[in-house]
């Protein structure tokens, strides 16, 4: 615990983030800084994790998403909100399960051996001994979770949400159990929803199979990539506008193999164009000959088992693997002459999105919750914006997905997960639905059987913003925290879980889950790729964190998430960030190092009417002001950005502003004072330097929060924490043009001469005469009023000011806004020698430029190159233009001959 009393302002000479970022978690966890008091007068601010899988680990998309969270969460907490930010894990049911059945499997047995209750009972024990792992990586990451109201989604409370919503769903009358065509991954033996199937496409081929007439007239071709389920067609279907088969329609054919008699029928579905314009109609394979069957009459002809083997109504071909079966089927229509041609083809193939199985569309008995009816709501809420997209381009794609919901099958056939709250007589056989198991039939046995199905982990997930703050029950927690404020989730769940979410909050708290859904985008590698272990590209983000730490890994995050715009990551990227948090450090310990006779008490700023006491007191320099003047500026501008999830705009703001203005100017000007002898002037350098310091700590917090609270524990102010310090607000807009101008002009020859030292090769100790041809009189005013300013950062031994064009010694020319400055250096400036370095330099930069040029005029690279990448050609040639005329007017300043005009 640390004693800022003890006035501990001493700091090493490098950060080291191991020996701080551990200490300082353990600190504000103990201190209870995470929680949030459900009895708190201030206003709520609330968030719920998206849980990760209990089986899952910290990647990047993690990271990231985590990241921008605690962003959100410790600046609102700042803001002086009660914040509660609900962590949680979801107990991921085909994930867990193939974990702990691989474990089974190297133990030589398998679920089926172990028992239904003793493979559910390994699992519980294999998630307490190793699904806490990324709760300690979120812990590495910073996140400041409420870790006491941590919750899992199979845990008691979120049980009993789950089991009232279906009940309160079945006795609506929107849970049914019906025979569908589902999606069924023989690997997994489970239903898998439609958006949990990856589509591929894949070349495969296309087989035109001939079916025979029964009354041996001819035969009608139909063309299918899925050779073997004609074994369970029950009809040909053409589209009655299909002149070809108007004379065979209403006839049958004989299914070669298994000799069944089908009709030739008419349906609108049907695609003349595909194919040979008639096509064969499995309803008990095929989503689409489902339909076609329900409105025909169709027999439904299950061929295949579970496992994708055939079952006996493949006949002769029963037992075979449905792969080998489609070999199998092939070469006997091959053999009977029934197979007319075979094309290449390609199509989209579903896969299982956890093993990568192919999926097999399979007819079954499950569970479905009716959708239209919920959709109308969530479509509305997002119509009225009382839940709003960032980006809003996102809105689109919920708006295509709600509005074209088709029933969501929930059940699932797993042993982990939550059972399905049905239970069926064994007696008379009645479905009997409760939240808790039934003491007995009403026809009065006591025999049940619980539905050996699991929910879809989805169902669980859809309940997190209401059932993990106490729902059912009426508690404390969702009076104060329902609805929570912002959801900041991925792309590619918005319709698992951003849409279930939305209907389900309507549904059963009759208010959405939340007002702000911000989306954040995919992190790619640094060449925009897809990271894959395949590909050898990932990057994990705690190896990263253990060589650059965690507050390099946050900012590079946030300073490269820009709203709708995928990351392009790279481990050097970090490894820059690192060094901005060694500038910090750095910049810290001079600061520090000379605040032993700043005034006393700390003056803070952004906090209260400060500045205007120091203005008032005539105290400030004008690089005082200006400093002051940027923080004011930085403030509002990170305010604003945060505001609409531009932290981006907020990072690279602070970066600029504590780099570029802070260190790079103000303290290069302030130590002009640390050292001299008035003892007033280096008190109130130290006083600014301090006050700007300490406020620029708390904009940065939210991104890099450990290396802010070692620094902020060290100043002279007292305080628990910075974590719950006041958040930096600029109470009016501070707009001092004369200040900002002085400025700027000063910078301006301070860049000029030394762009000019580097360009001639001056080294940085020797100094450099110089003379000013001013236009006017304010910039001279300026620059003998701050000619200490320019003297000790470019190096000249003193300012003199002319009317005319010195003599050559003067050799070196820089033009600046209102100024030509020209330089004279004791080591010497040869004009031959110095012309051909410049000629060589134009020759250069016209090469360039002719590339340039070339490009831009290039018809087919302005036509098909991307927006970005031409703006950016365009600002090279602007660039490169300006180079050349500087140059341009550097030679004709000493003397030489100007290739523009010959």
Not at 183 to 209: F, M, Y
Request: hydrophobic fraction near 35%; include cysteine; charge should be negative.
């Amino acid at each position: 615990m640390p004693n800022k009393d003890a006035g501990n302002s001493e700091m090493g000479r490098i950060y080291d983030p191991r020996q701080v970022e551990d200490r300082w978690y353990r600190y504000w966890e103990e201190k209870g800084y995470f929680h949030a008091d459900e009895n708190s007068d201030k206003d709520p601010f609330s968030m719920v994790i998206p849980p990760p899988n209990v089986t899952g680990i910290l990647h990047m998309g993690h990271a990231l998403n985590n990241t921008l969270q605690d962003i959100i969460a410790r600046r609102k907490r700042m803001q002086g909100f009660e914040v509660l930010w609900v962590p949680g894990t979801d107990h991921a049911g085909i994930a867990t399960q193939n974990v702990v059945e691989r474990q089974l499997g190297k133990e030589g047995t398998d679920r089926h051996e172990l028992g239904r209750e003793m493979f559910v009972e390994r699992v519980w024990q294999w998630k307490e001994q190793y699904g806490g792992t990324i709760i300690s990586q979120l812990k590495r990451l910073g996140c400041s979770c409420d870790w006491e109201r941590e919750r899992f989604t199979m845990d008691e409370g979120c049980s009993l949400a789950v089991r009232t919503v279906f009940k309160k769903l079945y006795d609506q009358g929107l849970i049914y159990r019906g025979e569908y065509i589902i999606n069924w991954c023989p690997r997994c033996h489970t239903a898998i929803s439609d958006i949990e199937v990856e589509h591929q496409e894949k070349t495969g081929n296309l087989w035109h199979i001939r079916y025979p007439m029964s009354d041996g007239s001819g035969y009608v071709v139909v063309a299918t990539t899925r050779p073997e389920t004609m074994l369970g067609d029950t009809a040909v279907a053409v589209n009655p506008d299909d002149k070809r088969y108007s004379s065979v329609v209403g006839k049958s054919l004989i299914l070669p193999f298994v000799g069944r008699e089908i009709p030739v029928i008419e349906d609108r579905f049907v695609d003349q164009d595909f194919g040979t314009g008639a096509v064969k109609v499995t309803p008990a394979h095929d989503p689409n000959d489902f339909e076609i069957g329900n409105r025909h009459g169709l027999e439904r002809v299950n061929i295949m088992n579970p496992d994708g083997s055939i079952n006996e109504n493949g006949k002769v071909y029963e037992g075979l693997d449905r792969y080998e079966a489609r070999k199998a089927v092939v070469s006997d229509l091959g053999k009977q002459g029934l197979l007319e041609k075979t094309d290449d083809h390609l199509h989209a193939v579903g896969r299982c999105y956890r093993c990568d199985t192919e999926v097999e569309p399979y007819l079954s008995t499950q569970w479905f919750v009716k959708m239209s009816a919920l959709a109308v709501k969530g479509i509305e809420v997002v119509r009225d914006r009382k839940v709003t997209f960032i980006p809003e381009r996102w809105e689109k794609v919920y708006y295509e997905w709600m509005e074209n919901i088709r029933d969501w099958c929930i059940s699932r056939q797993l042993w982990w997960g939550h059972r399905i709250p049905v239970w069926y007589c064994d007696k008379c056989g009645k479905e009997l639905v409760d939240i808790e198991k039934p003491e007995a039939c009403p026809c009065g046995c006591g025999d049940l059987s619980q539905d050996p199905d699991v929910l879809d982990t989805w169902f669980s997930s859809g309940l997190w913003p209401f059932s993990t703050l106490g729902w059912p029950e009426d508690t404390r927690d969702l009076a104060k925290f329902y609805p929570t404020s912002v959801l900041t989730t991925a792309f590619d769940i918005i319709f698992f879980w951003v849409a279930r979410m939305i209907m389900m909050g309507l549904r059963f708290m009759d208010d959405v889950p939340f007002h702000e859904v911000y989306v954040t985008a995919l992190v790619r590698d640094y060449e925009g790729k897809k990271m894959s272990k395949s590909s050898g590209n990932v990057i994990d983000p705690i190896d990263v964190i253990d060589v650059f730490g965690t507050d390099a890994l946050r900012f590079t995050l946030a300073s490269i998430a820009v709203p709708g715009r995928d990351i392009n990551m790279s481990e050097e990227r970090v490894e820059s960030n690192r060094n901005f948090a060694n500038k910090i450090w750095n910049a810290s310990r001079l600061v520090l190092s000379n605040a032993e006779t700043a005034r006393d008490p700390m003056k803070r700023l952004l906090c209260g009417a400060e500045y205007e006491e120091w203005t008032e007191a005539g105290e400030l320099e004008l690089a005082d002001r200006w400093i002051i003047q940027k923080l004011f500026q930085l403030a509002e501008t990170v305010d604003g950005a945060m505001e609409e999830f531009n932290f981006s705009v907020a990072g690279k703001a602070v970066y600029q502003f504590f780099w570029g203005d802070y260190c790079d100017w103000y303290l290069e000007l302030a130590k002009l004072r640390f050292y001299q002898e008035d003892e007033e002037k280096k008190r109130t350098a130290q006083a600014v330097a301090l006050a700007v310091l300490e406020a620029s700590l708390r904009l940065l917090h939210p991104f890099m929060p450990f290396i802010t609270e070692e620094i902020w524990q060290k100043l002279p102010l007292p305080g628990e924490s910075i974590m719950i310090e006041t958040w930096p607000k600029a109470r009016r807009r501070l707009e001092d043009k004369k200040t900002a101008l002085d400025m700027e002009s000063i910078q301006s020859v301070v860049v000029g001469i030394r762009s000019a030292r580097s360009e001639h090769g001056i080294p940085p100790n020797d100094e450099v005469k110089g003379i000013f041809l001013c236009e006017g009189t304010e910039l001279r005013r300026i620059l003998e009023r701050e000619k200490l300013y320019v003297t000790s950062l470019t190096g000249l031994l003193e300012l003199v000011f002319a009317e005319k064009i010195p003599d050559e010694s003067y050799g070196i020319r820089v033009v600046v806004p209102a100024a030509e400055i020209y330089l004279s250096w004791s080591g010497g400036v040869d004009k031959g020698d110095e012309i051909d370095r410049l000629g060589k330099r134009l020759a250069k930069v016209e090469t360039d430029l002719e590339r340039c040029v070339a490009k831009l005029s290039n018809e087919s690279f302005v036509t098909k190159a991307p927006a970005e990448i031409i703006e950016k050609e365009r600002a090279r040639e602007e660039e490169l233009l300006s180079r050349r005329d500087k140059i341009n007017r550097q030679i004709k300043a000493l003397g030489g001959k100007n290739p523009e005009n010959g």
